[in-house]
């Protein structure tokens, strides 16, 4: 039975969608490993300051899955991070067939070849933008990655309304028979899909999957899974990214002339961006179970328990970065951890870059007067989606 009542997530913001949670700054001060109850109303510890969210994150004493799946934690209603994943004896070692087997469809090459694409879409994207007032998160925002993961992975732009619903539906924090028809109806176009590059291979991830099928002794339901799971990991986070770092660029008129002014400023600008564009995570932060008893702080996180690591307010923590919530486009070091870090670093990370520097680098120019087509505070963040994010983004220029 536990003592004290506990905070429960998700917090009360303060209304403003460039800002964490107060409760948040509080927790980082004075309690920075703390119990709170999940969105799921099961307990976890969430960890707040930078340092030991990075160590936490290269610590294989935590996982993703555990030891007795019925009774872990749960995290949300979600089917995505919601509850545990995998074997403990063999998560770590799975963990790293998956990802040797996804790095090549991530070279630095490919991703060099893509970059050039990537600013063709954006340029096309901006020509057809209607007059203004314009809904950004509709007309950029969403369709940019969406493009770039179709290309990526091969899947159909054309089939976009259908996987963009299912993708919804399964980001649900809060209707797990949606987030779960969601995944099956994923994986189930996944399959199709399958069947079509099997008779005509072409240069993409799904081609390349099915190409290693045989030597890696993969089964069609792996490669479907691994498509579905790209599909919704490489264009959900970056959508919530562009949307952020415009409305960072517009709040800041100081720092979008500097980014104008020297193109150059395009690399730590994107990195500033991504240091503050996590702070809405709507279920505390990244999901792990502990596989160990692990002390810190003096505070023990019993093996089972879970645990919540907020990259979203690490990002913020004043004992990594000086002045954390002064928007400076040219910080230098920055260490944040949107991208997570350790083994599970986001293996997509060299493709979300080189998306928002040709979307930020472009937009300083094409659109120099961009505003805000509504007061800020009548934003609204989606806190009942895994990825957060806004759900509008109206701008004029
Ligand atoms: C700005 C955009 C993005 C953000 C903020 C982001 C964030 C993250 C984070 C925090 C993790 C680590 C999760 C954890 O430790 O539990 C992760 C992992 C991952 N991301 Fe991303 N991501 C982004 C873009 C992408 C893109 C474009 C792709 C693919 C095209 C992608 C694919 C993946 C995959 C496959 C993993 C799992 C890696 C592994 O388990 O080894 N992400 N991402």
Not at 224 to 229: E, L, P, R, Y
Not at 373 to 393: C, F, M, N, W, Y
Request: aromatic fraction near 4%; glycine fraction near 8%.
């Amino acid at each position: 039975m536990d003592q004290c009542p506990m905070d429960q997530l998700p917090f009360t913001t303060n209304g403003d969608a460039l800002d964490i949670a107060p409760r948040y700054r509080t927790l980082q001060e004075e309690q920075p490993i703390t119990r709170v109850r999940t969105r799921a109303g099961d307990p976890a510890w969430l960890v707040t300051r930078h340092a030991d969210v990075m160590a936490l994150l290269a610590d294989d004493r935590l996982g993703r899955s555990h030891p007795d799946p019925a009774s872990a934690p749960r995290i949300s209603a979600s089917v995505l991070l919601g509850g545990p994943t995998g074997e403990p004896d063999d998560e770590h070692a799975q963990h790293r067939r998956k990802r040797r087997l996804l790095t090549p469809a991530f070279s630095a090459r490919r991703m060099q070849a893509l970059r050039e694409r990537v600013g063709s879409q954006v340029e096309g994207l901006l020509n057809e933008l209607p007059a203004p007032p314009v809904d950004l998160h509709a007309a950029l925002s969403v369709p940019l990655p969406v493009m770039v993961i179709c290309e990526l992975l091969g899947v159909p732009y054309r089939d976009h309304d259908r996987f963009r619903a299912w993708s919804t539906d399964l980001a649900s924090l809060t209707d797990s028979a949606a987030s779960g028809a969601g995944r099956r109806e994923l994986v189930e176009y996944m399959h199709g899909l399958i069947a079509v590059k099997r008779e005509a291979p072409a240069a993409d991830v799904i081609s390349d999957l099915l190409a290693a099928q045989d030597d890696q002794g993969l089964i069609d339901d792996d490669i479907a899974d691994t498509a579905a799971m790209l599909l919704f990991a490489g264009h959900e986070t970056t959508v919530v990214r562009i949307d952020f770092g415009v409305l960072l660029l517009i709040s800041h008129p100081d720092q979008r002339d500097a980014l104008r002014g020297d193109p150059g400023l395009i690399g730590p600008a994107v990195e500033e961006v991504l240091r503050l564009s996590s702070s809405n995570n709507s279920v505390g932060g990244l999901p792990r179970y502990a596989h160990a008893d692990i002390t810190i702080h003096a505070v023990t996180i019993a093996a089972g328990d879970a645990v919540l690591l907020a990259p979203g307010v690490a990002n913020r923590d004043p004992r990594a970065f000086p002045d954390p919530d002064t928007f400076d486009i040219a910080r230098t070091p920055n260490p944040h951890l949107t991208f997570g870090h350790g083994a599970r670093y986001c293996i997509g990370a060299s493709l979300a870059r080189i998306e928002l520097q040709e979307v930020f680098g472009r937009i300083v120019h094409r659109l120099p007067n961009l505003r805000l087509a509504v007061p800020r505070h009548e934003l609204r963040l989606q806190h009942d989606r895994l990825t957060g994010g806004l759900a509008e983004l109206p701008v004029a220029w």
